[in-house]
């Protein structure tokens, strides 16, 4: 009977381990994000994200309700801002403080790009001055 060591063994599962994960990600079918540059990537990543804020800001960033902004093109940098100062309690209110307490600083980059990259309410949104009585 063959008697193989238990180190023997260990270390070939290991090395198998490693060779599947490596297939498994050279496996992977090209996606139209690995075509995309830094900025596009992030859009995309940001308009994942913003399915968690449409309810309240609107499906693309504009509000129909006088209580929500609307925060689509604004500057990348503001919205960046303002949800940094949420998440740290510098500006305060408790519906988007929950909403940002959980993110990361790239949610937060990712959420300003994509909304900062829609139009806003005066260039292709419906002004609330033309909305009808
Ligand atoms: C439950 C409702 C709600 C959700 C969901 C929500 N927000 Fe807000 N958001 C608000 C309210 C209310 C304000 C206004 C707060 C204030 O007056 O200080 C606001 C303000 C903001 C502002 C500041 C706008 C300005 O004019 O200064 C930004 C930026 C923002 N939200 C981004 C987001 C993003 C991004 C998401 C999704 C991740 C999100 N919000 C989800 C309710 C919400």
């Known amino acids: 009977m063959n008697f193989i060591p238990a180190s023997f063994i260990s270390r070939t599962l290991v090395t198998g381990g490693l060779l599947l994960a490596l297939v498994a990600c050279s496996d992977r079918a090209p996606s139209i994000v690995d075509n995309m540059s830094p900025e596009e990537k992030l859009v995309h990543q940001g308009s994942q994200a913003a399915r968690l804020c449409v309810g309240c800001h609107g499906p693309k960033g504009?509000?129909?309700?006088?209580?929500?902004?609307?925060?689509?093109?604004?500057?990348?940098?503001?919205?960046?801002?303002?949800?940094?100062?949420?998440?740290?309690?510098?500006?305060?209110?408790?519906?988007?403080?929950?909403?940002?307490?959980?993110?990361?600083?790239?949610?937060i980059l990712a959420l300003s790009y994509y909304f900062s990259s829609l139009p806003g309410p005066d260039t292709g949104g419906t002004k609330s001055e033309e909305r009808a009585p």
Do not use: C, W
Not at 81 to 95: I, K, S, V, W
């Open 62 to 107: 504009i509000s129909r309700v006088a209580s929500y902004p609307s925060i689509a093109g604004r500057s990348q940098t503001y919205l960046a801002e303002q949800l940094h100062a949420f998440r740290d309690g510098t500006r305060e209110n408790p519906m988007m403080s929950s909403i940002v307490k959980s993110m990361d600083d790239d949610d």
